[in-house]
């Protein structure tokens, strides 16, 4: 191995690392909030790619219906705990919120197609049309056992990730699909050739991650939104809604998701089923920075990336299995170093 | 007093069943999710095409029977089991991934089922009589073809960049058994996973040598990632790849890093640019009408054309174990897997198929043409 060829596996590795870097910090956003580990955030970032590539082949994409056929279970189940609770007058509210709003977005994203709009136009149709699918599936899946225990959350949300891949097959087809660059631009860095798309993944990862820490340590919402992590009947004395809480956390997680999407697509080939193994190494990176930690996370996914690079290099059959048998001295790091959380003990 | 009757009348139909049925039925397990999916769909419309085709043999219904395997081995097991144990199928047709047709064989093997693979299986399975074989052109063909081509063309030193899986070993084998004989030299055994989205890395060991040429073997949509990264890493020698890679996606996806890349592939794959005295010309046109009306869409894959040249085989086949024995019937598994193994100089739109005993595949190098992707298509090199 040469200067020149390490320099080579570093920047592909930090590429490929800022992806999982923005997949990670999405992952420990959800986590904090809501205590679910959010396997299916891979497969977000995949049907995202998926639907702008549909949109750019002037195909509406599968999406809207995936969105319409989701949000008619919610108003479903909303409308039926509702009924339940004996909460009558909060029915035109579920209605809008559930039904309407998500089948307006679907709506409004269909008559734009129709114009045949710029790129600009379509990566915020894609946004649009994949931003409603997570808190969909929060108030379908998760709410009715957010006071369930972590592994309770885990288990269902593995099973949810296979129900999705199932229907991105549905929805998207089987086959992988790339986009056009958004920038064509590309600079010289030590000798080596980097692409103004890496620089666009790295830089969105290195915003999003800082956003997101200020956010979380100096802003009231972010802070009453880890709140409910930590104790949900205790935020809700405070005057917390731990069920709004929620889906804020979804719904900027998903639009994370959607962005990391956008950027992977024009960089590698994405199938309906590609979401499970980003998702699993910025899994990777998340845990490595403890599940807690934006700038964290982001280092933990990057320093996945760049190991996945040189394995490759080195033995790439054996890539895979080099990076995930990183997790074992990791987990057996933290499980010592770490004093245990509130979870093992009810409330 | 009401369970024993209805044992009796469950056991009754049960016996009862085989005499009634004289239908061929035919079990056929294909990848329509899951990794696979993408060649798995192809194969399954194919074998749909070839029932629309001839649906009846000397007046005998036939019956088929679709499962989809996900694109897991023990999945295509459990359906292989299935369909014999439940379904008393007659014969197996499957399935679209390498490791999940090697392990259908087994069970074939195992149940006395004869059994037409539509994937390459490389090698028959441990078992003391025969009941399996093989359509598809065995990989150490297609990279023999491919490796003659590269000597025609004047290459030397050749990279290797392939799945991390039993595809890849089996185009890397081939390889490696051509070099000898066409003064070839194969430098690097880099491998990839079908969902990596990077293989930077293994491209650079790939190019540090020099090759003159590289050869691909992946398939389908994700056998274009090498290419895209060779041509950002300033590749200029040949690219070289085998019939796997050849769908619409593979081209889309591929764009201008996958032109001028030369594949070995079936004749069907350009059946309209064969000379008319090629065998595969009229019957490959036939099938991509039939195709068209089954479908509404054209066939420009390989893959659904290997269901179809199973289902040519096992009708040629059937045909003639009519005469000795009834479908449904442990003899006429028998006469039907003699039958196969005895086919003689059948066109099909692949190939000119004949089956011995002890071979696991039938064709020889009538069944293959070069093409090469030239502006998005793929045109005849002879």
């Known amino acids: 191995m040469t200067s020149d060829i390490a320099a080579i596996l570093a920047i592909d590795g930090i590429a490929t690392g800022a992806v999982y870097a923005l997949v990670a910090i999405g992952t420990v956003l959800i986590f904090t909030v809501t205590r679910v580990i959010f396997i299916p955030f891979g497969d977000i970032a995949a049907f995202t790619a998926l639907t702008l590539a549909a949109l750019d082949a002037k195909r509406f994409p599968g999406t809207g219906a995936l969105v319409v056929i989701l949000a008619c279970l919610a108003t479903l189940i909303e409308i039926i705990s509702l009924l339940r609770a004996g909460e009558i007058r909060l029915l035109p509210r579920a209605l809008l919120l559930y039904l309407v709003l998500p089948v307006a977005v679907v709506g409004a994203a269909w008559l734009v197609m129709r114009m045949d709009p710029p790129l600009a136009i379509r990566l915020v149709l894609a946004l649009m049309l994949i931003t409603p699918i997570s808190p969909l599936l929060d108030r379908i899946v998760f709410r009715p056992i957010a006071d369930g225990t972590v592994l309770l959350l885990l288990t269902v949300s593995v099973a949810l990730h296979f129900a999705l891949v199932g229907l991105g097959l549905l929805f998207f087809g089987p086959e992988g699909v ?83 999407g956008i950027l992977i697509a024009p960089v590698n080939t994405v199938f309906y089923d590609s979401g499970f193994l980003i998702g699993l190494k910025a899994f990777v990176g998340a845990i490595v920075g403890g599940m807690t930690s934006y700038p964290g996370a982001a280092i933990g996914a990057v320093g996945v990336g760049i190991l996945e690079s040189f394995a490759s290099f080195e033995s790439s059959a054996l890539k895979d299995v080099i990076v995930f048998s990183l997790l074992i001295p990791v987990l057996i790091w933290r499980s010592l170093a770490s004093l245990h959380s509130e979870e093992e003990i009810e409330e | 007093m009401r369970n024993t009757l209805s044992i009796l009348a469950l056991a009754a139909g049960v016996l009862a069943a085989p005499a009634a049925r004289a239908d061929i039925t035919i079990g056929f397990v294909t990848s329509l999710s899951g990794n696979g999916s993408s060649i798995g769909i192809p194969y399954g419309r194919g074998i749909n095409a070839a029932y629309e085709y001839k649906k009846t043999i000397n007046g005998q219904t036939v019956r088929l029977i679709q499962l989809d395997d996900g694109s897991d081995p023990s999945a295509a097991t459990r359906n292989a089991r299935k369909l014999v144990e439940e379904e008393k199928v007659d014969l197996l047709i499957g399935t679209a991934t390498a490791p999940s047709t090697i392990a259908m064989a087994a069970v074939a093997s195992e149940l006395k089922v004869p059994m037409i693979a539509v994937s390459p299986i490389g090698k028959l399975p441990e078992s003391p009589e025969q009941w399996v074989v093989s359509v598809p052109q065995p990989a150490s063909l297609l990279v023999k073809i491919v490796a003659d081509r590269m000597k025609r063309d004047g290459m030397k030193n050749i990279g290797y960049i392939g799945f991390s899986d039993a595809w890849g070993d089996l185009v890397y084998n081939g390889a490696k058994a051509a070099e000898p004989i066409d003064d070839i030299k194969i430098q690097t055994n880099e491998r990839y996973a079908r969902t990596d989205t990077s293989v930077t890395a293994q491209i650079l060991k790939v190019m ?41 996606d593979f081209v889309n996806v591929g764009g201008k890093a996958a032109d001028g890349i030369q594949v070995s592939a079936g004749p069907v794959i350009v059946a309209e640019q064969l000379p008319d005295e090629h065998f595969a010309k009229k019957i490959a046109l036939d099938f991509r009408a039939v195709y068209q009306k089954t479908h509404n869409i054209p ?84």
Do not use: C
């Open chain 1, 178 to 260: 790339r986009t056009e660059p958004l920038t064509s631009l590309s600079t010289e860095f030590a000798g080596v050739l980097i692409s103004g798309q890496t620089m666009l993944i790295v830089i969105a990862a290195l915003v999003f991650s800082g956003l997101l820490y200020l956010f979380f340590d100096f802003t009231l919402v972010g802070k009453s939104l880890r709140a409910t992590a930590v104790n949900r009947t205790g935020s809700r004395l405070m005057g917390i809604r731990p069920a709004r809480a929620g889906t804020i956390a979804y719904l900027l997680g998903s639009l994370m998701a959607g962005v990391s």
């Open chain 2, 208 to 248: 540090a040598p020099r090759p003159d040429a590289v050869l691909i073997g992946g398939s389908g949509t994700q056998g274009a990632l090498p290419l895209l990264t060779l041509s950002e890493r300033g590749f200029k020698g040949n690219t070289y790849g085998t019939v796997a890679l050849v769908n619409p």
């Open chain 2, 299 to 382: 066939t420009t894959d390989g893959f659904s054309a290997y269901s179809f040249d199973a289902w040519l085989i096992f009708a040629n086949a059937a045909e003639r174990a009519l005469k000795s024995a009834k479908p449904g019937t442990a003899e006429f598994r028998t006469a039907l897997r003699d039958a196969i193994l005895s086919t003689k100089e059948l066109p099909g739109v692949h190939a000119v198929y004949n089956f011995k005993p002890g071979a696991v595949t039938g064709v020889d190098e009538r069944s293959l043409v070069v093409v090469r992707l030239t502006g998005g298509a793929w045109k005849y090199a002879p």
